[in-house]
């Protein structure tokens, strides 16, 4: 076995050689922000047409690239400034429903991943908690609920639905007080970012609900979710 060459990157070490530049980010934050309440506009517009077939797609299209830059601030590599990524992830994090917390786990997901044995030990990192003997040591009952969930219409439309809409709403408070310092953030750090997102999250629906877009965008939003779930839970803990 070949031991790592010695000059092997460190993650930090990567993001920092290719971070974007301030230029760069704005032109891409102008786009995408003219793009995103182009969407919203739309929507509206057409909330009463059968055009609204095409809308709602397209809005979670741009839902889906708000959570790919929400994702880019949270490693700080969208900006060159850590605390303009914050604000970023933060109000991304708003329009998708995910609290800034949520880098806590990806973090870890990329220190740990493919290692169930991790110093952490972290299960959220696999989509395989068990493997084929734990499986036949089930009893039918067990086995009867395994299956279940892991059926593809239930796996692909309940989960989404509790990760983004119930699970962001408090997890990193809990999971603070489970495994606290191996959590990298303070309790009330978490707190306030927990805070921010449900306020966010409520007067953004809020927002839709005025507009009579409320359905439509939660339509758009679980598109978009399932879309994230397939990219970033699914392809990439594979792939990575």
Not at 20 to 35: G, I, M, P, R, V
Not at 120 to 129: G, I
Request: with cysteine; glycine share 2%; charged share 10%.
């Amino acid at each position: 076995m070949q031991s790592p060459p010695e000059n092997k990157m460190k993650e930090s070490e990567l993001f920092m050689k290719y971070k974007t530049s301030y230029k760069s980010a704005f032109l891409d934050f102008s786009l995408h922000t003219f793009l995103f309440f182009s969407s919203l506009y739309l929507l509206w517009l057409f909330r009463t047409s059968w055009l609204c077939v095409f809308t709602i797609p397209h809005l979670a299209l741009v839902l889906h690239r708000n959570y790919v830059v929400f994702h880019d601030c949270g490693h700080n590599s969208y900006t060159p400034n850590k605390t303009l990524n914050y604000i970023l992830a933060t109000y991304y994090g708003i329009t998708t429903f995910t609290s800034s917390n949520w880098i806590l786990d990806h973090h870890t997901h990329h220190l740990t991943n493919g290692n169930i044995e991790n110093e952490y030990k972290f299960k959220f990192n696999e989509l395989l908690y068990y493997n084929a003997n734990q499986y036949k040591q089930f009893n039918h009952f067990q086995r009867q609920i395994f299956t279940f969930f892991h059926t593809p219409i239930i796996f692909f439309s309940v989960f989404p639905i509790l990760y983004f809409f119930v699970i962001q709403r408090f997890i990193y408070f809990i999971k603070k007080l489970k495994y606290k310092q191996k959590i990298n953030s303070s309790l009330s750090t978490i707190c306030i970012n927990h805070f921010l997102n449900n306020i966010g999250s409520f007067y953004l629906l809020r927002t839709m609900y005025k507009n009579n877009i409320l359905v439509f965008y939660l339509f758009s939003s679980f598109i978009g979710f399932l879309i994230n779930f397939l990219l970033f839970f699914i392809a990439l803990f594979y792939l990575q």
